[in-house]
């Protein structure tokens, strides 16, 4: 989606590696959002922000870390605590809050894979 | 917890046809639903939003209906073109939790053949 740029678009990770994946906005969208999304399967919340400084965990937290110093950018972590980190992550933005009535605007994803 | 089931993970239809997908819902009645549009390697693209009072919405040869006593949503493609082949997502928000933002089913690939 034009204004939400993820990077890399495709990465690796060693085993006992962190790795952390980028999203940056140009929307000045209020929220943003970390999915995780699995072969055949729908998205699933890791981790999403309302407000700069301000971050909740989503159904699939686990394993994750983010943060949010600026109202442009929201990186996630991949720890090595995740033990099956292999999908395609997206990044979503949205003008309002989480209940804003509002459609979410996506990223073109990073696909993760384990060396 | 919500739970979305879409129907059969597959449909394929010939050109001209009108595709018709379908997106179910348990528990919580929705506050508002989402289509979406996703392409193989890339990020959904927002299509149409429907409120929990409206019954029917249409957007160019796109169309959804909401049935909050069947808990249904249907998506409609009418004259069908090879171009809309992609995957079809229907998310849900229901508005009296703070768990976060939509639930999204697993999608249904439509294929449309010349």
């Known amino acids: 989606d034009g204004g939400i740029t993820q990077s890399p678009k495709y990465l690796f990770r060693k085993e006992g590696q962190n790795v952390t994946l980028s999203c940056e906005q140009n929307l000045n969208h209020d929220a943003m959002y970390w999915y995780r999304q699995d072969p055949g399967q729908g998205l699933r919340l890791i981790y999403y922000?309302?407000?700069?400084?301000?971050?909740q965990k989503g159904d699939i937290a686990e394993g994750y870390s983010v943060s949010r110093e600026k109202k442009e950018s929201f990186p996630l972590t991949v720890t090595s605590a995740q033990k099956n980190p292999t999908a395609f992550y997206l990044c979503?933005?949205?003008?309002?809050?989480?209940?804003?009535?509002?459609?979410?605007?996506f990223g073109d994803g990073t696909r993760l894979s384990i060396l | 917890s919500q739970k979305i089931e879409q129907n059969s993970e597959a449909l394929n239809i010939q050109e001209g046809k009108t595709a018709t997908l379908t997106c179910n819902y348990t528990?919580?009645?929705?506050?508002?639903l989402q289509w979406y549009r996703q392409d193989p390697g890339r990020g959904p693209v927002f299509l149409l939003l429907?409120?929990?009072?409206?019954k029917e919405k249409r957007k160019e040869r796109l169309k959804v209906t909401f049935d909050t006593t069947l808990k249904q949503s249907l998506f409609h493609i009418t004259a069908s073109q090879p171009a809309d082949s992609a995957t079809y997502l229907c998310a849900l928000d229901i508005e009296s939790t703070n768990a976060g933002k939509s639930t999204f089913g697993d999608g249904t690939t439509l294929t449309v053949k010349p």
């Open positions: 922000s309302q407000i700069v400084n301000d971050f």
């Open positions: 979503a933005t949205e003008i309002g809050g989480i209940h804003s009535n509002q459609p979410q605007h």
């Open positions: 429907i409120r929990e009072n409206e």
């Open positions: 528990n919580y009645s929705p506050a508002y």
